[in-house]
């Protein structure tokens, strides 16, 4: 869980100043990645020692963003679009999930099912038809319980008179006559269940054939984070995720999807409208529980994405650090005598979380260390 190489890294203001030679104990993660380049064997600091190791670092980004619901693939919501003709007559309200098989709004009392399927309605449907709008009736007659795979031969595109009985079942349950025909109008086909975020029609206007009538997104769970743009190369889709919820719960997730459009936002810290300006990508990350998210809509979420890990990298503590002239750094070795010396080292990847850093240089797993003012 580090920093990402090259991002900027803080120095905090407590150091020690190592007068004598000039060197400077870092007590965060430095900005520069200079090699030392001079040694001293008379120099004692003081501190715990710690041992230099060799293991995997893992990197990381931190972002915030909100928890939401997933809408299409490019992050557009579903629309539902109108091939019925006649008065609105019940409309569903935002927040409400309507599942396929269920009745998604009504037309002159009448209503139109929402089924699941790629293809969008574009014909009256009866016995004797064939096509991929056939197979798409079937399929979902099927998952709804109303036909068996066997009965209605889902390798077959034509409507027989399986179809016909099976049609007629789903028809009885929502309360309409038993025609076993589907009428262009009697049903929206949408890939998934539907959460409705916005009706853009009202009740008793009159709904006319390609008229949109209900905005919606899927009923499963992501979250929308707000990535520095400079840090889009460092995140990759199926990266890990750990999401902090407002309750400070925390539950997994994955990098799903990577937006492409950068937007721009300005913060002021006066009144004066002067202020930085940041760049920011869309990350959306789906959860790995999604009932860690119950009751939570519209959220404020942070997160920690693990975009890689090093591995066989030699590792310190950053408190170990000491920063010289020119941006420069060294470690303070203690060998088995006791005496001290200064080792040049060049800086890799740092991991916040566990305040370590990959370091270069004349250092071997199981050195000794000192880490100052510690």
């Known amino acids: 869980m580090i920093a990402v190489s090259g991002r900027k890294l803080l120095i905090a203001a407590g150091v020690v100043v190592l007068a004598a030679i000039g060197v400077v104990a870092v007590r965060d993660n430095p900005f520069s990645v200079g090699a030392a380049t001079s040694r001293a ?85 009866s016995e004797g038809d064939a096509g991929p709008d056939v197979i798409e009736l079937k399929r979902e007659l099927v998952r709804l319980g109303y036909a068996t795979d066997s009965e209605l031969d889902l390798d077959s595109n034509y409507f027989g008179a399986n179809t016909k009985y099976a049609l007629e079942q789903l028809q009885g349950k929502l309360g309409e006559d038993e025609t076993g025909k589907l009428r262009l109008g009697q049903a929206v086909f ?8 916005n009706t853009a029609a009202t009740l008793g206007t009159i709904a006319r054939p390609g008229m949109p009538i209900i905005q919606a997104t899927s009923t499963a769970r992501q979250v929308e984070l707000d990535l520095d743009a400079s840090q889009q190369s460092s995140v990759r889709a199926g990266d890990r995720a750990l999401i902090t919820l407002p309750d400070n719960r925390t539950t997994p997730g994955t990098v799903t999807r990577i937006g492409t459009v950068a937007s721009a936002s300005n913060s002021s810290s006066s009144g004066n409208g002067s202020g930085s300006s940041t760049t920011t990508i869309p990350v ?21 994405i693990t975009t890689a890990g ?33 080792v040049p080292v060049t800086l890799g990847a740092f991991d916040d ?6 370091v270069r240089g004349a250092l071997r797993p199981g050195d000794r260390i000192v880490v100052p003012g510690v």
């Open 310 to 342: 090093i591995r066989n990298a030699l590792i310190v503590p950053v408190d170990a650090l000491l920063a010289r002239s020119g941006g420069r750094y060294a470690v303070e070795t203690v060998d088995a005598r006791g005496r001290h010396h200064l």
């Open 353 to 358: 979380a566990d305040g370590l850093v990959q």
């Open 284 to 304: 959306y990350v789906t959860l790995g529980d999604p009932r860690a998210a119950h009751g939570l809509d519209e959220a404020p979420v942070q997160a920690q």
């Open 41 to 125: 064997s008379d120099v004692k600091t003081s501190g715990p020692l710690a041992t230099v190791r060799r293991g995997t670092l893992s990197q990381q980004v931190d972002a915030s963003g909100t928890l939401g619901y997933v809408a299409q693939a490019d992050g557009s919501p579903y629309s539902v679009v109108n091939q019925a003709g006649g008065a609105l007559t019940e409309l569903p309200s935002a927040g409400d999930v309507i599942d396929c098989g269920d009745v998604l709004y009504r037309v002159a009392n009448n209503p139109v099912v929402l089924l699941c399927g790629d293809t969008p309605a574009y014909r009256n449907l």
């Open 190 to 197: 949408l890939p998934r269940s539907l959460r409705v975020t």
